[in-house]
């Protein structure tokens, strides 16, 4: 995932407001509860002030590009200051720190420094994935590290050209899962409670990319599906086993977007003018195209957005052009890919 790279401290009292009018369900990771950006919250205001909406506490932070996760009254993001990426902490009503726990060192890019992915919250633990790509478990009540790994290096790769952005994913409980983009390992999953390796996936010549993985359901089985720099792959949670791989190469290698499911489809969409397709991925082997939209005139290119998809329909920003200077509002018909409205 990528945000803009500014100063954290405007995002974290924004997100005060956020946890005041909506506490009752919790946001344990990237895109949320089912990773795919919908909330079962009730009761949401539809609209703010003319004056904008109240602040209520506003705290320093750092740099970086990661994204919060909640549960219950705490708040945890990953930031970087001149020394070091660390994970902070934050009572979501008051601000306050509850821990600051670094994780690795200042993490240095060209274009923007500082972490990228999401902090993902299971089982009274916290699991980040610093810029470089080092993997760490801590205690969510107190901060305390429990484990450390470097993926990346380990399996004898190197960091994406602009960072490690795939957030952690608990695929299964007690097993969390991450792309790596290595020689060894284009994705692999962890022992939750020691950070040992439960098994990895080689498909030389991937790169990692910048999305973050999903678990879907496909008729009656659970997938994981990774969009990495060079192909989306279908994968079986437990054992790691390829159920099936989709060529999709983007500028830059930048799939950016998660995966998104149905019970039978995976939707996946780029930017760099690149498009969208729709894929029916039930049974075993290759997957068949529904429909692809790809191009300048594609109906949908989420450069650094994911979709949603709500009863049968995507709701997404189509970015035009390279790095997407203009942005749209699309939806999109999920089953036919026909555009069915666009927002300048």
Same mark, same amino acid.
């Given at each position: 995932?990528?945000?803009?790279?500014?100063?954290?401290?405007?995002?974290?009292? @924004?997100?005060?407001? @956020?946890?005041?009018?909506?506490?009752?369900?919790?946001?344990?990771?990237?895109?949320?509860?089912?990773?795919?950006?919908? $909330?079962?919250?009730?009761?949401?205001?539809?609209?703010?002030?003319?004056?904008?909406?109240?602040? @209520?506490?506003?705290?320093?932070?750092?740099?970086?590009?990661?994204?919060?996760?909640?549960?219950?009254?705490?708040?945890?993001?990953?930031?970087?200051?001149?020394?070091?990426?660390?994970?902070?902490?934050?009572?979501?009503?008051?601000?306050?720190?509850?821990?600051?726990? *670094?994780?690795?060192?200042?993490?240095?890019?060209?274009?923007?420094?500082?972490?990228?992915?999401?902090?993902?919250?299971?089982?009274?633990? /916290?699991?980040?994935?610093?810029?470089?790509?080092?993997?760490?478990?801590?205690?969510?009540?107190?901060?305390?590290?429990? #484990?450390?790994?470097?993926? /990346?290096?380990?399996?004898?790769?190197? *960091?994406?050209? %602009?960072?490690? =952005?795939?957030?952690?994913?608990?695929?299964?409980?007690?097993?969390?899962?991450?792309?790596?983009?290595?020689?060894? =390992?284009? /994705?692999?999953?962890?022992?939750?409670?020691?950070? &040992?390796?439960?098994?990895?996936?080689?498909?030389?010549?991937?790169?990692?990319?910048?999305?973050?993985?999903?678990?879907?359901? /496909?008729?009656?089985?659970?997938?994981?599906?990774?969009?990495?720099?060079?192909?989306?792959?279908?994968?079986?949670?437990? $054992?790691?086993?390829?159920? #099936?791989?989709?060529?999709?190469?983007?500028?830059?290698?930048?799939?950016?977007?998660?995966?998104?499911?149905?019970?039978?489809?995976?939707?996946?969409? $780029?930017? &760099? +003018?690149?498009? $969208?397709?729709?894929?029916?991925?039930?049974?075993?082997?290759?997957?068949?195209?529904? #429909?692809?939209?790809?191009?300048?005139?594609?109906?949908?290119? +989420?450069? #650094?957005?994911?979709?949603?998809?709500?009863?049968?329909?995507? %709701?997404?920003?189509?970015?035009?052009?390279?790095?997407?200077?203009?942005?749209?509002?699309?939806?999109?018909?999920?089953?036919?890919?026909?555009?069915?409205?666009?927002?300048?």
């Amino acid at each position: 995932m990528f945000i803009n790279a500014k100063r954290f401290a405007a995002v974290l009292s @924004l997100l005060s407001v @956020l946890c005041a009018t909506a506490v009752a369900d919790d946001w344990p990771q990237f895109l949320g509860p089912q990773r795919n950006g919908i $909330s079962t919250e009730t009761g949401l205001i539809d609209s703010f002030p003319a004056s904008g909406p109240k602040e @209520l506490w506003r705290v320093p932070g750092g740099v970086g590009m990661s994204g919060i996760a909640v549960v219950g009254d705490t708040v945890v993001t990953l930031v970087q200051d001149d020394n070091e990426q660390f994970v902070l902490a934050l009572n979501a009503q008051t601000g306050k720190t509850h821990w600051k726990s *670094p994780i690795a060192a200042a993490y240095r890019n060209p274009m923007g420094d500082g972490p990228r992915a999401a902090p993902c919250i299971s089982g009274g633990k /916290v699991f980040v994935y610093s810029g470089e790509g080092v993997l760490a478990a801590l205690n969510l009540q107190n901060g305390r590290l429990l #484990w450390k790994r470097h993926p /990346v290096v380990e399996f004898g790769g190197k *960091p994406a050209e %602009y960072g490690m =952005a795939c957030s952690p994913l608990m695929v299964d409980e007690g097993l969390v899962a991450v792309t790596i983009g290595a020689p060894e =390992a284009a /994705v692999a999953a962890f022992n939750a409670e020691t950070g &040992e390796t439960v098994w990895q996936l080689s498909q030389p010549g991937d790169t990692a990319g910048y999305s973050s993985p999903a678990v879907v359901q /496909v008729e009656q089985e659970e997938q994981l599906v990774v969009h990495g720099g060079k192909a989306a792959l279908g994968i079986q949670p437990r $054992s790691g086993k390829l159920l #099936w791989r989709y060529p999709y190469e983007t500028d830059y290698d930048c799939n950016i977007a998660t995966p998104l499911g149905d019970g039978k489809h995976v939707f996946l969409s $780029s930017g &760099e +003018n690149h498009g $969208s397709v729709l894929l029916d991925v039930a049974g075993t082997g290759k997957p068949k195209v529904v #429909w692809k939209s790809h191009d300048v005139q594609s109906v949908m290119r +989420n450069e #650094w957005q994911t979709s949603i998809l709500h009863k049968g329909y995507l %709701y997404g920003f189509d970015n035009v052009g390279s790095a997407g200077p203009v942005t749209n509002l699309a939806c999109v018909n999920a089953l036919t890919g026909e555009q069915v409205w666009l927002e300048r």
